[in-house]
């Protein structure tokens, strides 16, 4: 059983361009969690989504972050217009419940993280 | 809201040293607890969890028990090794919400031989 995949795990980007970042979560989880690393700053979460659904983007900046978990395919967390602030580490964390579903009790799994950085 | 706080670190120990890792909580439901711990370049990995009050979670040495009384989930390993040298995160999930995990800054241990 696979893991959490993302990918790329190092992604450069010039300022104002478009950064994609992918999350194929564990088979069988329906539920996705997107976390910003930053140094010093612990993970921050940004978003989470279930099939076709977003669930709660609290913790996403208003603008150029956008994210999806569309019925066939991986998740993706795009970043338009890339600043040199938005160079960090980012998580996608999978789990097989969510609200209501008796989820708490379960941990999410991780990947491996998008080291996104901005030239 | 939900948060987790951790001891600052990073925390430096010779090997074979006692180690202890403070973790306190706010929630607003009956939380599980989980301590997750991550490599250089790595994610998070889990490395032991606790699900109701009094329960104590253990993996690979370490050891966390879940204090509902004083909202607290210490991780603690008897005598700490070179390769146990990594940042760990004290987490929950609550049954209150949407149940997001909900992580704390992290503690970076550094263990010297």
């Known amino acids: 059983n696979a893991g959490v995949m993302q990918n790329p795990r190092h992604l450069v980007r010039r300022r104002g361009q478009e950064a994609r970042l992918r999350c194929s979560p564990m088979?069988?989880?329906?539920?996705v969690y997107w976390y910003r690393q930053l140094p010093e700053e612990g993970l921050k979460f940004m978003v989470y989504?279930?099939?076709?659904?977003?669930?709660?983007e609290s913790g996403m900046p208003k603008e150029r972050f956008s994210a999806e978990f569309p019925k066939e395919g991986p998740s993706i967390l795009r970043i338009q217009q890339v600043v040199r602030g938005d160079s960090a580490a980012y998580f996608c964390?999978?789990?097989?419940?969510?609200?209501?579903?008796?989820?708490?009790?379960?941990?999410?799994?991780f990947g491996q993280g998008t080291r996104l950085t901005v030239v | 809201g939900n948060s987790v706080t951790q001891m600052e670190g990073p925390v430096t120990l010779s090997e074979e040293a006692f180690l202890t890792i403070n973790c306190t909580y706010t929630?607003?439901?009956?939380?599980?607890l989980f301590w997750y711990v991550q490599y250089p370049g790595e994610g998070l990995q889990l490395l032991l969890k606790?699900?109701?009050?009094?329960d104590k979670g253990s993996n690979k040495g370490f050891e966390a028990t879940y204090r509902k009384e004083t909202t607290s989930f210490h991780l603690e390993k008897g005598s700490v090794q070179v390769s146990d040298s990594a940042v760990y995160f004290c987490?929950?999930?609550?049954?209150?919400?949407?149940?997001?995990?909900?992580f704390g800054r992290g503690t970076s241990l550094i263990v010297h031989p």
């Open positions: 606790a699900t109701k009050a009094d």
């Open positions: 989504l279930q099939k076709e659904n977003i669930i709660d």
């Open positions: 987490a929950l999930r609550d049954t209150g919400g949407s149940y997001i995990p909900t």
């Open positions: 929630a607003t439901g009956y939380p599980s």
């Open positions: 964390a999978s789990s097989p419940k969510g609200g209501g579903g008796g989820a708490w009790n379960t941990e999410a799994f």
């Open positions: 088979k069988g989880h329906s539920h």
